[in-house]
């Protein structure tokens, strides 16, 4: 804004030094100066001053790219082990927490059971039945053969645990007509023999194997002797 001002500043300072030279006293020789040809020339001269201002002001339409660089991306070894400062960090696990990579190893049963009974009900003599003293009675439970190992054969038995055995003997599995197979049910049955003294009394039985190993679930009777 400076520089037009002053341009235009000097063009009307030369036509004023032209019309003073054109109004002073001529010389008997010289030349007659046209005005209009003073006043032209004066506005080209401003022209081009400000033409050659302009074009050093105006910005040039071509713009210069600018290049931004893309942030690093981080190697697999930087993500499986940061780094704080210059030392890696190590990564230290929790006590009590296992770490991804490690197996977890899951028990195992210890074995199936080769010998087994269960108790399924009572034939006779339900618990709490009044005997008198010294009446005999036949006791009998139904038992399962749970077990995986085989059949009862000879040599198992239903023999006497702990308590009163009021008089009972074992039964003992004899030949084939008595074998007992797994998954089957059977009625066994013991002979016993009321105490003569009233009151409760009772007595719990369990199976034998070949072995002479108890196995399985307890049998019990339990009765009121009175007179």
Known sequence: ?????????????????????????????????????????????????????????????????????EPPTPTQSAIESPTLGSQPVELTPIAGIPSPT???SLGTPSGVI??????????????GTVMKPGEDFQKIWRIKNTGACGRWDEGFQLAFAFGEPMGGKPYLIKDKSQFVFPGDTVDLRI?????????????????????????????????????
């Open 114 to 127: 080769c010998d087994d009974a269960a108790y399924v009900a009572d034939i006779t003599v339900p618990d």
């Open 1 to 69: 804004m400076r520089n037009t001002k002053r341009i235009i500043n000097f063009g009307l300072l030369l036509i004023v030094v032209l019309l003073t030279a054109c109004g002073g006293q001529k010389s008997p020789d010289a030349t007659p100066v046209d005005p209009q040809a003073v006043f032209t020339a004066a506005a080209q001269t401003v022209s081009a001053e400000l033409t050659q201002t302009a074009s050093a002001s105006t910005p040039t339409s071509e713009a210069t790219a600018t290049f931004t660089p």
């Open 102 to 104: 490690q197996s977890l």
């Open 191 to 227: 002979h016993m023999t009321a105490p003569s003294k009233e009151g409760d009394h009772s007595g719990c039985w369990r199976m034998k194997n070949d072995s002479d190993v108890y196995f399985g679930g307890i049998v019990c009777v339990s009765i009121k002797v009175q007179k």
